[in-house]
């Protein structure tokens, strides 16, 4: 199965510590007046502040927030714990993947002894008062593994959740990476993750590996005996109803074209590649997808077959699935998180500045004359950035909602390689942000900027890009230099959301401005 | 002096308004549904210091506010930011009327309101109903009551 960042729920349960006393008296902990002080009231009372609670979590629940039934930690003031009421808080404390608790005087150690037994992170609300800070400060003092949050402001409640979704999300990416040669790094994107063990240590990220010559093979429909890298092995081959997929899903991207300056026949490779990558992927439960470029390209079998991986990134990525070119991993994480705190559609690519020269923009992959010429023109050219790629799509700028597009070939010869080409010069003015982990996933390098114009709408090959200007081109150079080459964007401000998600995941934020 | 001899003739004729309601109510034979719904209104609207025959509204959480603007001489927003000011224990004094309010009812009428359901009360009718329905299994109510 496929889980999409998405699908993807934070559970949070509520946990409800309550006491109640059994008798009338007064003294340093309890004093009232009247019925306040009789049998009952506090059953009366607890009931209120339960429902207050609950509404209040409820307000501060966004998508994917799912809010479970609460547990109850009920004692009187004859200071009774029964194991029973543990019993009955273990499972669903175990399905939760955080605690918020309610909790007022002589009630603090219910909750320390929650986050002892079941090691879920735990927060504190503003409806607790003082003892935010007792149980916060008294948990972080007994082990530094206990995670706890003292919230006084409702929002930060709400700002957490989202982070922790985000972190879950994270958490649970499974990616599928077709491999040729090493299984760490690609010919071309040694920037990539170092270590996937270090990154399934710190992250949780789990990658899951495909050879690519038996996945070449799984293109075309099962020959008796095997394939020819499996002999005598069952293998997820193309069937018919794959082939009506490709088919169906090539003469919907002809259809909808602006232009298509590509034949059937010469888009429906990429889509049949298409289709079998996502097979392979629901087979082996990931979320992700990356490829090498190089390393497959020189085993000629894309050219015999005639295809490019670059659709199959374009519709992943479109419909909220991470998907990056040239066996980067990292992108692919780094897109993921991305999705995770914005809920839209990424864009990926080589990423550098259009530095000014001895009074001119330079050129760099991708650009032309006309273009450099059209920026110098601009009255604010000094912090220029670009990111280019072909794997552009429909809903960049609108998640649910299909842009105009292009259809146009990569390879130049023989006309193969399907691409969608976007239109960026439309989004001029729209803010963006961007980042990439580092190598080591020590670090996510956070970048932000305002659209400048697109280039290569009307290009083939790999000549899609977008332009767009940075508060300080140096800065978020040097900033870069932490991470990599392939950064990947969304659009809007999202460089809060990331900063947070990369200090819930333990890495640290190297924000560009 | 004149406004805190005004305020203590409310809460004596207030208190006296509330128990003669509740006198009827238990004076009632056969006590119907609609009958005491309307006496129990009367009671609480008497509790909480207002006048059953003025336009009030309708949300049980907007009347308790409304009945400490009154008590407290702030108006009903100053209530709210009051209220931020809990007690150690977490109850702000909204709370704090409507469970003794609940007390009150709970000890006149001999029944025993439940807790989640009293604190999702939103109106008066909320409250009659949950009250009317502990009273047909309450020994205290057996033959008195009529739908």
Redesign the interface.
């Known amino acids: 199965m496929i889980q999409k960042a998405a699908d993807v729920k934070l559970k949070v349960l509520p946990v409800l510590a309550t006491a109640e006393h059994l008798y009338y008296y007064e003294g340093p902990c309890r004093f009232g007046f ?3 002080l ?1 049998p ?2 506090d ?10 609670f609950l509404t209040k979590v409820k307000e501060c629940c966004s998508e994917g927030i799912e809010l479970m039934e609460p547990v109850y930690l009920e004692r009187t003031d004859d200071w009774d714990n029964h194991e029973a009421m543990w019993e009955k808080a273990a499972g669903p404390a175990r399905e939760c993947d955080f605690a918020v608790c ?1 909790q ?2 002589a009630c603090d150690d219910l909750i320390m002894e929650f986050a002892e037994r079941f090691k879920k992170p735990i927060a504190t609300t503003p ?4 003892s935010g800070t007792i149980t916060v400060a008294t948990m972080k003092a007994r082990s530094a593994e206990y995670e706890a949050y003292g919230f006084y402001k409702w929002e930060d409640l709400a700002r957490t959740m989202k982070t922790l979704r985000a972190r879950k999300v994270i958490q649970t990416t499974r990616i599928l990476c077709i491999t040729r040669f090493g299984s760490t790094t690609s010919y071309s994107s040694v920037d990539s993750f170092n270590s996937y063990e270090a990154i399934t240590s710190k992250l949780g990220v789990r990658f899951r590996f495909l050879n690519l010559h038996e996945f070449f093979d799984q293109l075309s429909p099962a020959v008796e005996g095997g394939n020819p890298t499996t002999p005598g092995r069952k293998t997820p081959d193309l069937t018919d109803e794959d082939l009506k997929a490709a088919e169906a899903i090539t003469d919907e991207l002809i259809a909808g074209a602006e232009e298509c300056a590509m034949a059937r026949e010469k888009i429906l490779p990429s889509a049949i590649a298409y289709v079998m990558i996502r097979k392979n992927m629901d087979l082996k439960d990931c979320c992700g997808f990356t490829m090498p470029c190089p390393d497959a390209c020189s085993t000629r079998r894309l050219n015999e077959i005639g295809f490019t991986a670059c659709l199959t990134h374009s519709l992943n990525m479109e419909q909220g699935i991470p998907s990056a070119c040239e066996y980067d991993v990292d992108a692919v994480l780094s897109q993921q998180a991305l999705i995770a705190v914005s809920g839209k559609r990424p864009y990926m690519g080589n990423t550098c500045p259009i530095p000014m020269e001895n009074g001119h923009l330079s050129a760099r992959f991708g650009t032309t004359p006309e273009q450099l010429a059209k920026l110098e023109a601009l009255a604010d050219n000094e912090n220029l950035y670009m990111m280019q790629h072909s794997v552009a799509h429909r809903r960049i700028a609108d998640p649910d909602k299909n842009a105009k597009y292009a259809v146009r070939n990569f390879a130049y010869d023989q006309g193969f390689g399907a691409t969608i080409r976007y239109d960026f010069d439309a989004d001029a003015g729209q803010k963006m942000t961007f980042c990439r982990f580092s190598p080591d996933g020590s670090k996510l390098f956070i970048g932000s900027g305002e659209i400048v114009m697109g280039g290569g709408y009307e290009g083939y090959n790999c000549s899609q890009l977008v332009y767009f200007k940075v508060k300080d081109q140096a800065k978020t150079w040097k900033a870069q230099c932490l991470a990599g080459n392939h950064c990947t964007l969304v659009y809007g401000d999202y460089v809060r959301e990331l900063t947070d998600l990369a200090e819930s995941l333990g890495v640290e934020p190297v924000v560009a401005d | 002096m004149a406004d805190t001899e005004q305020i203590k003739q409310l809460i004596v004729s207030s208190k006296r308004l509330a128990a003669a309601d509740m006198a009827e109510i238990k004076a009632a034979l056969p006590l119907t549904k609609a009958f005491f719904a309307d006496k129990l209104r009367c009671y609480v609207l008497h509790k909480y210091m207002l006048d059953p025959d003025m336009e009030l509204p309708e949300n049980f959480s907007e009347l308790t506010d409304l009945s400490l603007s009154r008590s407290m001489r702030i108006s009903p927003e100053l209530v709210k930011e009051f209220d931020l000011a809990k007690s150690c224990d977490g109850a702000s004094s909204a709370m704090a009327k409507k469970v003794l309010l609940f007390m009150a009812i709970q000890r006149e009428l001999g029944i025993e309101l439940p807790a989640i359901e009293s604190a999702r009360i939103t109106s008066l009718a909320d409250l009659a109903e949950l009250a009317w329905n502990e009273m047909l299994t309450a020994s205290a109510w057996e033959g008195k009551l009529k739908a």
């Open positions: 009247g019925e306040a009789q009952g009231y059953r009366l009372a607890n009931a209120q502040k339960v429902e207050q309610m007022g005087i409806i607790s008062g003082f």
